[in-house]
């Protein structure tokens, strides 16, 4: 069984630029829901996808934007990006319709924004 | 509403001691409490996790205890270690969706 893994580990971005972050579910599961975590905070809920459609989402502007694959793979996307955004950026994956509704988590994309 | 509150911020044990963290929520349809383990550079794992039709639920040294009433839940760590040593995340979610974390308990256990 594979584990949720994202790339990149690290990155490094200036104000006002574009980012693309990668995350591969777990084998199985058809559920991203992708997370912020600020330095010092608990994740905070960006959004869900499943099965290709967006599935709920947090208290994020539109700038935030994802997209998720047949294959259950997810890309977030970032666009104008702001000092705020630095942050931790984790990926997790469930099997929507199960009995549990357990989240496994990827090691996460650490942004820095300068 | 979808806040959850999480005490105390930090904890620190001796080995062997209890650890306790509690936390609190607002709404009432959340029915996934999961407790996650979180060591630094890494992702959150989960520990334990309870449904709000159990008022406790045990995993080794790990124990949930859920006041469905009061609208809190605990998690108990029995005979601590070292290695616990890192970062507890209460969450609470509504049919696996919108996941709402607490603000973290860092904990340290003195050896």
């Known amino acids: 069984e594979t584990g949720v893994t994202q790339s990149p580990t690290h990155l490094i971005k200036t104000r006002g630029q574009q980012v693309t972050l990668r995350c591969s579910s777990q084998?199985?599961?058809?559920?991203v829901s992708w997370y912020q975590q600020a330095l010092g905070q608990g994740p905070q809920f960006i959004f869900q996808?499943?099965?290709?459609?967006?599935?709920g989402r947090g208290n994020f502007p539109p700038r935030f934007s994802g997209l998720q694959f047949p294959n259950y793979s997810s890309e977030l996307n970032v666009n104008a990006l702001e000092l705020d955004d630095s942050a931790l950026y984790l990926c997790?994956?469930?099997?929507?319709?199960?009995?549990?509704?357990?989240?496994?988590f990827g090691p996460g994309t650490r942004l820095t924004v300068l | 509403q979808q806040q959850v509150k999480q005490s105390p911020q930090s904890l620190i044990v001796q080995k062997g001691g209890i650890s306790i963290i509690n936390c609190a929520y607002e709404?009432?349809?959340?029915?996934?409490f999961p407790w996650y383990q979180q060591f630094p550079g890494k992702g959150p794992a989960l520990l334990i996790a309870?449904?709000?039709?159990?008022s406790e639920k045990k995993e080794g040294r790990f124990t949930i205890s859920f006041n469905k009433s009061a609208k809190q839940f605990s998690l108990h760590i029995m005979d601590s270690q070292p290695g616990d040593s890192a970062t507890y995340f209460c969450?609470?979610?509504?049919?696996?969706?919108?996941?709402?974390f607490g603000p973290g308990t860092r904990l340290s256990v003195l050896p």
């Open positions: 969450a609470a979610s509504f049919r696996g969706q919108n996941f709402v």
């Open positions: 309870i449904r709000p039709d159990v």
């Open positions: 084998s199985g599961h058809n559920t």
């Open positions: 996808y499943y099965r290709e459609e967006e599935n």
């Open positions: 709404n009432t349809a959340f029915d996934y």
């Open positions: 997790a994956s469930s099997l929507a319709g199960g009995y549990t509704d357990t989240q496994y």
